[in-house]
């Protein structure tokens, strides 16, 4: 096992704690505390970027982001939500297509705990809430793959 024994405790009591996570088992929770990277971020940094691929879902233990899109090449950017502590982002690339959909910047210090596409797929991304969520984003996701299409011919 690659987290220490207080450390996979303290995982899993935050785990315990977010609402979503309410009906995973003691047994899925303690697969998911072995496998996460807890990473930090400074205030303004990056954690996504809309268009990049990615394979990773994020869960928030300290701070909040902030979510933005831009919804065509020459727009700004609209702020979409802030989300903190108990909140989790990254599962739209986990569905199939591994497109970004929105911004995620730190605001202030952050710390999430980083989960693999693979790890998702075994042990979170079957639960009802976390694949289900809709958001505009979807539709977006759809502007990408159709502008990401065109510009490959
Ligand atoms: P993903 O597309 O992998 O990376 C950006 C994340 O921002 C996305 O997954 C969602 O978790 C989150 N996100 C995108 N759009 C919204 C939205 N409208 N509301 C809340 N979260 C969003």
Redesign the pocket.
Known sequence: MRTGLIRHSQYMEFLRSVPSFQSLTEDVLSKVADVLEATHYRDGDYI?R?GAT?DTFFIISEGQVK?T?QTSANEEPVF??TLSKGDW??????KGED????S?TAVGDVTCLVVDRESFKQLIGGLENVSSRV???DEV?GKIEAEAAFFSM
């Open positions: 996504i809309q990615g979510v899109q979409l939500y982002f990254g599962e739209q690339a986990l497109v970004r959909t929105a995620v958001n505009d984003s996701k």
